[in-house]
C-alpha cells in the first residue's frame, strides 16, 4: 500500500513537472519580437506592401504584452521611433488633409495599438521623451502621466531622437528602420547627417542658423551651452564662445515618402 501510495505521489509530481513545463512552452511560443514587427511595418510600407496584418498585431497586443518584450530604452526606441514613423507614413497618405491643422492632427488619439488609440503626442512626448510636458521646451515635466505611459517610457532621455522622428513635414529627419542592436550608432549617424544638412555657420557675424528642433525642445538638449556643444562636436561651429544662434523658419509642406539607410 505505502508503494501505492509512493509510486501515485511520483506520478502526480511527474505530471504537474510536465504541465508547467508546456505551458512555459507555450509562453514562449506565443512570444512576439515587437522590434522585427516594427521594422517589417516600415519595410512593407517602403516596398508597397500591405500592412493590415502588422497593424491587426499591433491593435491586438495588450499594455502588459509590451512591457514585457521592451525591457530595454533600445529596444523602447528603436520600436516606438518606427512606429511613430510608420503611422506619419500610414495616416498621412490615406488623410492628407488631417495635416491642415497639424496640431490637431498631433494631438489627436488615432494610433491603434495595445487595444486602444493613442496619439503622436503621446509616442514622442510621453513614451519616447520620458512624459514632458510638449509645450515645456524639455523643462517641465508631466504632472500626472497616465498608467499606460508610466509603464512603457524611457528610462534616459536622447536629444538624438529628435533627428529620427518623422513628422511628415519637408524639414523633417527621413525615415530610416532603427534596430534595438544597432540603434546608437544610426541615431549617431541620423543625428550628424540632419545637423550638417541643415545647419550653416557664418564665421565672419559668429551666427550658426540651426533647425528650430532646437529652439522647441532647447532642454532636450542642455539648452543653449548643450546646444553648442553639439553643434561643436559635429563641426558645424569652431568654439561654443562668442556665438550667436539663429533658429530657422520650419518647413511644413507634407513631404512623404522620404527615406534613408543608417
Known sequence: MILIKFKFRLLTLIAFVTILSLGAQSNDTSRIDLNALSEDFLRNIKNNQSTNEIRAQLYSLTLEDIERELTTDDEKLAFWINIYNAYIQVILSENPEKYDNRGEFFKNEQIPIAGRLIAFAKIEHGIIRKSQWELGLGMIRKWFPNKFERKLRVDERDYRIHFALNCGAK????????????????????????????????????????????????GDFGCKGGIKDILKEQGIIPTTKGIDLIYKNYDWTLDLDNWTEL
Open 171 to 218: 524639414d523633417c529627419p527621413p525615415v530610416a528602420i532603427y534596430t534595438p542592436e544597432r540603434l546608437n550608432e544610426q541615431l549617431k549617424t541620423g543625428t550628424a547627417n540632419h545637423l550638417n544638412k541643415t545647419s550653416e555657420y557664418n564665421p565672419e557675424t559668429k551666427e550658426a542658423s540651426i533647425t528650430s528642433l532646437f529652439n522647441w525642445f532647447r
